[in-house]
C-alpha cells in the first residue's frame, strides 16, 4: 500500500504538507525505517552497496538524528529505494530462525524481541502509508486501495 501511495502521488502534491513533514519526507521516512529494522544497526544500513551507491542522497543520514529533516527526495529515487527494502525484507525474513527472532535487536528504545520489532515494523509501515492515503484523498481525490497479496501490480 505504500508503494500505491507513492505510485499515485500526483507530481503537484509530492512536496506537500503531511502532518509536520512533505509527502516525500513521510515516503522517505518509512522507507529508510524499514530498512533500518530489517538490518542489525545503523552502520550495517549505511554500508550497503544500495546506500553507498546513492551516498549523496543518503548525505548525513539526517533522518537518524533528532532534528527536522530538510531533504527532499525524488519520486523515482524512492520507488528504487522501495524496491531495495522489498527484496531486502525477502532475504532477512526468510533467514530468521526461532533463535533469532528471539533475540534482542540493537537498537535504542527497542527493548523487546526481533519477531516483535519485525511486526512493529509493519505498523509503522502502514501507519505511514495510512497517513499519505488520507492526504491524498483529501488533498486529490485519489483513493488507495486496500492491497493483498494477490495485487501484483503495485
Given at each position: 500500500?505504500?508503494?500505491?501511495?507513492?505510485?499515485?502521488?500526483?507530481a503537484s502534491k509530492w512536496q506537500a504538507p503531511?502532518?509536520?513533514?512533505?509527502f516525500c519526507q513521510v515516503a522517505f521516512h518509512t522507507v529508510i525505517f524499514t530498512d533500518l529494522y530489517l538490518g542489525s544497526d545503523v552502520k550495517s544500513v549505511r554500508e550497503q552497496p544500495f546506500h553507498r551507491g546513492h551516498a549523496t542522497i543518503f548525505a548525513d543520514y539526517e533522518e537518524f538524528e533528532d532534528r527536522v529533516p530538510q531533504q527532499?527526495?525524488?519520486?523515482?529515487f524512492i520507488k528504487e529505494y522501495?524496491?531495495?527494502?522489498?527484496?531486502?525484507?525477502g532475504r532477512v525474513?526468510?533467514?530468521?530462525?526461532?533463535e533469532t527472532l528471539a533475540k534482542t535487536p540493537g537498537f535504542a528504545r527497542k527493548d523487546f524481541s526481533r519477531?516483535?520489532?519485525?511486526?512493529?515494523?509493519?505498523?509503522?509501515i502502514?501507519?505511514?502509508?495510512?497517513?499519505?492515503?488520507l492526504r491524498q484523498r483529501i488533498d486529490s481525490g485519489?483513493?488507495?486501495?486496500?492491497?493483498s497479496s494477490g495485487w501484483h501490480n503495485v
Open positions: 500500500m505504500l508503494g500505491a501511495c507513492i505510485d499515485r502521488c500526483p503531511v502532518a509536520n513533514h512533505t527532499v527526495y525524488e519520486k523515482p522501495l524496491q531495495h527494502c522489498r527484496e531486502k525484507a525474513i526468510l533467514a530468521e530462525t526461532a519477531g516483535e520489532l519485525h511486526v512493529n515494523n509493519i505498523r509503522h502502514q501507519h505511514h502509508a495510512a497517513q499519505l492515503s485519489i483513493d488507495i486501495p486496500w492491497i
